[in-house]
């Protein structure tokens, strides 16, 4: 037997997910976002979507009672780590870390406020279902640190994943887009409907994969780049010399070749951060005078 097959036994051993769900009295909360999966089939072909996990070092962020740890425990990768910050959850993901010694690592915490880096050693990749209401601010956070990773495979309400993968010139197309492409190559991959949940959300899903660059697509300062974002598709209604006023607006946009007329979601990510660059040079130069 080897040893994927021993690892399906043995997690095939375990009472289903439903009946661990009912023994730790588990109900999905709202106020934590919770929207369990119970389908081995679909959990299983997230997982797959990760791709080849030897040796990659998984963490599961907002694990829940398991069901998308099963899978990850059922692939070849080197360990997986649940984050789960709901103390009902944490009984029955220990059932699973039982189940397969040494291959779970159960970590009580909230990943908004938890360095994933310190959770294991490298390579790592975070494949996650995130809860709805924090999912973004958990992806901004970890591309702060984006080289700690080789990757995400992450499931978010449809409309959150089209922005992350949106093409310039798109409705959905935004401050998200840019610094989400800037570090890494996203694609949506599936949908998934709300049937799939318990209880059933209100909106449709997606899982993205999004493979952390070895360089990011263009130079630029993080901070730079975030900064011009948020100012352009802050009134992104607006012509970018309007929008970007208060850091030079038209001259601005001269300096680095992009029409005055234009408007946010008409840039490139490479636009965005020549733009960002400017606007540090710009800086730097202020700087200079304030000291002679």
Known sequence: MTAAENRR???????PLREIIARHQIGARKSFGQHFLFDL??????????????????????????????????????SVVAVERDQRCIGALRDLADAVPGRLKVVEADALTTNLADLSPPPRRVIANLPYNIGTQLLLNWLETSST?????????????????????????????????????????????????????SVTSAVIAMEVRS???????????????????GQRRKMLRRSLQSVGGAELLAQVDIAETARAEELTVHQFCALANAIEARRAL???????
């Open 9 to 15: 036994r043995q997690l095939d051993a375990l009472p």
């Open 41 to 78: 089939n679909l959990t299983r072909r997230i997982a797959a979507a990760a791709g080849d996990l030897s040796d990659v070092h998984v963490i599961e962020v907002g694990a829940g009672p398991g069901g998308l740890t099963r899978a990850l425990l059922e692939t070849n990768a080197a």
């Open 149 to 201: 990773f080789i990757g995400f495979t992450l499931m978010f309400q449809r409309e959150v994943a089209q922005r992350i993968t949106a093409e310039p010139g798109s409705k959905a197309y935004g401050r998200l887009s840019v610094l989400c492409q800037w570090l890494t190559e996203a694609r949506l991959l599936f949908d998934v409907a709300p049937t799939a949940f318990v209880p059933p959300p």
């Open 215 to 233: 360089t990011p697509l263009a130079p630029a300062r993080q901070e730079d780049l975030e900064f011009v974002t948020r100012l352009a598709f």
């Open 286 to 292: 202020r700087t200079i005078g304030r000291n002679h």
